[in-house]
């Protein structure tokens, strides 16, 4: 039996259990669950004692599990997992457009997920990326940056500066008043 600290027999350092345990606390609280709301609509498998467990870093998970609880979070396994720090995988840094805040939109993702059709499912795969280069799974709600309306403009079949107006039709654009 392998322990807590080794993995397909190959020790795991201590510190990176608990980047793990890290990752999987964010996403649960991203999705603004408790770890007993986890454990109930999850219908016991996952419980609140073990998961805590590893979110402090005490316990390692194995990847069939890591997988069920990526499902269950409806996340990337990935996203589960601490991102790389060798220095290939540093983040790029991002050119600041000072005009970038005041070119965003937020779309309505649950009401997205209620749709149907070709457009959809297009405009579902896109923002799903963005969620993902972000880490952002809360769920309910994505901002759209200026950049990044293009694309939605290309999805759409409309011109750039008819794009948020489109989304509001759809009923996918929250306007904040």
């Not at 870093?57 to 990847?63: D, N």
């Not at 983040?91 to 000072?98: C, K, Q, T």
């Given at each position: 039996m392998l322990s807590d600290n080794e993995v397909g027999g190959a020790e795991m350092p201590p510190s990176y259990g608990r980047k793990v345990g890290e990752r999987l606390r964010a996403i649960r609280r991203q999705k603004r669950l408790s770890l007993q709301e986890v454990e109930a609509a999850s219908s016991q498998e996952f419980k609140a004692s073990v998961l805590g467990a590893y979110e402090r870093?005490?316990?390692?998970?194995?990847?069939p599990r890591l997988q069920?609880?990526?499902?269950?979070y409806s996340?990337?396994?990935d996203q589960l997992l601490p991102k790389d720090e060798g220095p290939e995988f540093a983040?790029?840094?991002?050119?600041?457009?000072?005009l970038a805040e005041d070119f965003t939109i937020t779309i309505?993702?649950?009401r997205l997920e209620q749709m149907e059709g070709p457009e959809a499912e297009m405009l579902s795969r896109y923002l799903s990326m963005i969620q993902v280069q972000r880490q952002d799974f809360n769920g309910r709600v994505l901002t759209i940056r200026r950049d990044d309306v293009r694309a939605l403009a290309c999805i759409l079949g409309t011109a750039v500066e008819d794009t948020a107006p489109r989304l509001e039709v759809m009923g996918l654009r929250i306007v904040r008043g």
């Open positions: 870093g005490e316990r390692a998970i194995s990847v069920r609880l990526a499902r269950f996340v990337p396994v983040p790029v840094p991002s050119g600041n457009n000072p309505d993702l649950t």
